[in-house]
């Protein structure tokens, strides 16, 4: 499978981002999704997860009630809706199952850039 991300970008703090992923070859209601990100010198690490259901939704405690994950699965998406951003949110944004690569051949896309920053 792969993971195209999509919807990044430089934004204020406070402002709001929708990061979008589509994948390909695997169909997301089969399985366990999820988020994750890297900031510099730091390990990637998960920021929201959804069952294969689309329920038992998951958020680490950085974005609780800031940030929303949902999908589309008529169109193969994921989705990372964003708000009152903090220079800490500041990473190269993932999508992947999880946990990741979970079907045979997958591996990471190339993320998506967010920076948070005045």
């Known amino acids: 499978a792969q993971f195209a991300e999509s919807g990044g970008g430089l934004m204020q703090p406070g402002g709001s981002l929708r990061l979008s992923c589509k994948v390909s070859?695997?169909?997301?209601?089969?399985?366990?999704m999820g988020w994750f990100r890297q900031a510099p010198g730091k390990e990637r690490e998960a920021v929201a997860t959804?069952?294969?259901?689309?329920?038992?939704?998951y958020y680490t405690d950085d974005v609780k009630g800031r940030f929303t994950i949902s999908r589309d699965t008529t169109k193969n998406r994921l989705y990372l809706q964003m708000n009152s951003l903090k220079p800490e949110d500041t990473a190269v944004y993932y999508c992947?199952?999880?946990?990741?690569?979970?079907?045979?051949?997958?591996?990471w896309g190339q993320g998506t850039q967010v920076t948070v920053s005045s």
């Open positions: 959804m069952a294969y259901r689309g329920d038992n939704i």
């Open positions: 992947n199952t999880n946990p990741p690569n979970l079907w045979t051949g997958s591996y």
């Open positions: 070859s695997g169909a997301i209601s089969t399985v366990p």
